[in-house]
């Protein structure tokens, strides 16, 4: 019910102040033109943060959509803003033409290769020397191109890290090479792969079999996220996969939620703040984007804290929150209670006193301060 929720609330969310423009690209690879839709979001004159790069196959049919469902995601926090670009496929045997498989071999025949070529150099390479754009790269594929994106997966090194494969026509030749593949991957790779009891019997049975090799990988370096759909067919499970797809792509972005407050924070023996601490190093390192600290987080490790009263974290947290949030009482707020928590309470006084002086922020309010204050005189 949650996931339909978002897909509906998505639908009435495509307000983009953002730049959406269409292009036609001469391409030397394909030796013809070809069209591509382009949503670049609004960003701030003094940002420097790299966008994510999300390339839509079939864009004639899924580019807007996925930019309806990034806008919104992107309102709420949930990913970072992005870069989508949505390659057309129209007209009569396009996509056949374009995701072709050589049936002896299994492998894409010189059309196929040529149009994944076109996607690497044309349309990847050329955004990355335009626009600054992040390691994380996504591609979304269905149908016949659900099968055709495993083959940049295959690759030495993948250009992508993040595949959405929407109930894919899985060739039975690929699935022993995608499983040699994400058992060995080195680098983070995430892996959405969708499934209906709707299809056509052949197509649910092979993406059936693909589903449950990729369940039996170990590798922590390989992150799957599968759904059987009961109702949805090989054109309505977008509307369903799409938004669930990013959701999970995403979620190391997402605020922490109640769930991983008191299955992951409260129950690890670790002091709270390595959680957030590494969070927020994995953020840099999987998206290059330097995150502040947001305030649903901080509050989050500090309701930790206090319950385990764990002074170290306090401590932490004062650190984070005077870098964040300098003009705000949080930080010594933070830095007084560690010290009260060690009944250094000359130390707790003097870091009530700046906190004073500064702006009220969340529940920390001059009265709450003062009354800190008074107690300890």
Not at 40 to 50: A, L, N
Not at 142 to 161: E, H, V, W
Request: aromatic letters at 10%; a positive charge; proline letters at 5%.
């Amino acid at each position: 019910m949650k996931n339909l929720l978002l897909i509906l609330t998505v639908l009435f969310c495509f307000d983009l102040g953002a730049q959406i423009t269409k292009e036609n690209i001469e391409s030397s690879v394909l030796g013809k033109v070809r069209t591509i839709d382009l949503y670049v979001p609004k960003i701030e004159s003094d940002s420097i943060d790299p966008l994510p790069l999300i390339v839509v196959l079939e864009g004639n049919d899924l580019f807007s959509l996925t930019v309806s469902n990034v806008e919104f995601l992107s309102k709420i926090g949930y990913m970072p803003k992005s870069i989508v670009v949505g390659i057309r496929q129209e007209g009569s045997g396009q996509v056949n033409r374009d995701s072709e498989i050589n049936r002896s071999s299994g492998q894409l025949s010189s059309r196929g290769a040529n149009f994944k070529q076109f996607i690497i150099s044309d349309i990847v390479q050329r955004l990355q020397a335009k626009y600054n754009i992040s390691n994380l790269k996504v591609i979304i594929g269905k149908n016949k191109f659900g099968n055709f994106i495993n083959f940049f997966l295959l690759d030495n090194n993948p250009i992508f890290s993040a595949y959405i494969a929407i109930t894919p026509e899985v060739t039975g030749s690929i699935i022993d090479p995608i499983i040699a593949k994400t058992t060995s991957v080195k680098k983070d790779i995430s892996y959405y792969l969708s499934n209906s009891e709707n299809l056509p019997k052949r197509q649910r049975t092979n993406t059936s079999i693909l589903s449950d090799e990729l369940k039996n990988i170990k590798n922590p370096k390989f992150h799957l996220t599968n759904d059987m759909f009961a109702n949805p067919d090989e054109f309505s499970s977008s509307m369903y996969s799409i938004p669930i797809a990013l959701e999970n792509i995403f979620r190391v972005y997402q605020p922490i939620s109640p769930k991983v407050y008191k299955e992951k924070i409260l129950r690890d023996s670790s002091p709270p703040h390595t959680f957030l601490v590494n969070k927020y190093q994995r953020i840099f390192r999987e998206l290059g984007i330097q995150k502040k600290y947001i305030l649903n987080d901080v509050m989050a490790v500090f309701a930790a804290a206090q319950k385990k009263t764990d002074a170290e974290t306090l401590f932490v947290l004062g650190e984070l929150a005077i870098q964040d949030y300098p003009t705000t009482m949080m930080g010594h707020y933070f830095n007084g209670l560690g010290y009260e928590f060690l009944e250094d309470y000359k130390k707790a006084l003097k870091n009530y006193e700046r906190a004073y002086t500064l702006e009220p922020i969340d529940f920390i309010t001059k009265e709450m301060i003062l009354t800190k204050i008074e107690t300890l005189k």
